[in-house]
Structure formats: structure tokens, C-alpha cells
């Protein structure tokens, strides 16, 4: 049973670049970034001023409260980033993100589409999401 952990926790510390392991901060979330709530109603959603609708493609009709997602806004949109890590999003890439190895931070939590991620200062390829 512990042999079974092992192998793929020892694959992914193999897997992580060596910068990563120079700069212990990007083995760490940023404690001081505020976190978007968890959120699992509606009625909750629209509180805190969230627009409660569908993760993905929307459908014919209204989400419930176990369908539904609350689409909020991050408090630090469109700032540079190399990581997810340092955003309440996703760190999205750029047109110039090949060459300068950093995103931006999206606008909210929404992340359906096709869209390219930056991690570790390396832009992944295209990505589509329903």
C-alpha cells in the first residue's frame, strides 16, 4: 500500500524543475493572497455579488443549487504572474508569454473555453474546457 503512494508522490518531487527547488516560494501558496469563498448556493452566491450560473456551455434552463457555479470576481485581475499560485484565478497566457515566461491573473474563477495556463513560468498549449 505505501509502495503504491510512493512511486507517484517520488514522480511528481522528480517531476518539479529544479528552480522550483532553488526558490522554496514557488513551492508555497502566497499566504497574504486573499482567497475567493466557497460558495454552494445561489442564494450565497448573490450575496457576496457572484453571478450564479453554469461552469461551461449553458444550458436550455437555470442551474440549481447542486448544478450551479458562482462566476466571482478575482481582486487581481490582469496582474503579471508565472503560477495559478499567486492569483485568486488562473494565471493565463499572454501573446507574449513564450518569451517573457509569465500571464495574467483572470479576471474571475471562470476558467471554460479554450485557453493556454501559465505554471512555472511555462505557457501551456491551448487547453479547451467545457
Request: charged share 20%; proline share 8%; net charge neutral.
Amino acid at each position: 500500500m505505501h509502495l503504491r503512494l510512493t512511486i507517484p508522490l517520488l514522480a511528481v518531487f522528480l517531476a518539479l524543475p529544479l528552480e522550483a527547488l532553488a526558490q522554496p516560494s514557488l513551492l508555497q501558496d502566497n499566504a497574504a493572497k486573499p482567497r475567493l469563498p466557497k460558495i454552494h448556493s445561489k442564494a450565497e452566491c448573490l450575496a457576496v455579488g457572484g453571478k450564479w450560473g453554469w461552469n461551461g456551455i449553458p444550458r436550455g434552463y437555470e442551474p440549481d443549487d447542486k448544478e450551479g457555479f458562482c462566476i466571482l470576481a478575482t481582486q487581481d485581475a490582469g496582474k503579471p504572474c508565472s503560477s495559478s499560485r499567486e492569483c485568486q484565478g488562473m494565471c493565463e497566457a499572454t501573446q507574449d508569454s513564450a518569451t517573457t515566461k509569465k500571464g495574467v491573473c483572470t479576471s474571475s474563477n471562470f476558467t471554460a473555453g479554450c485557453r493556454s495556463w501559465v505554471e512555472g513560468g511555462i505557457p501551456s498549449p491551448v487547453l479547451c474546457a467545457d
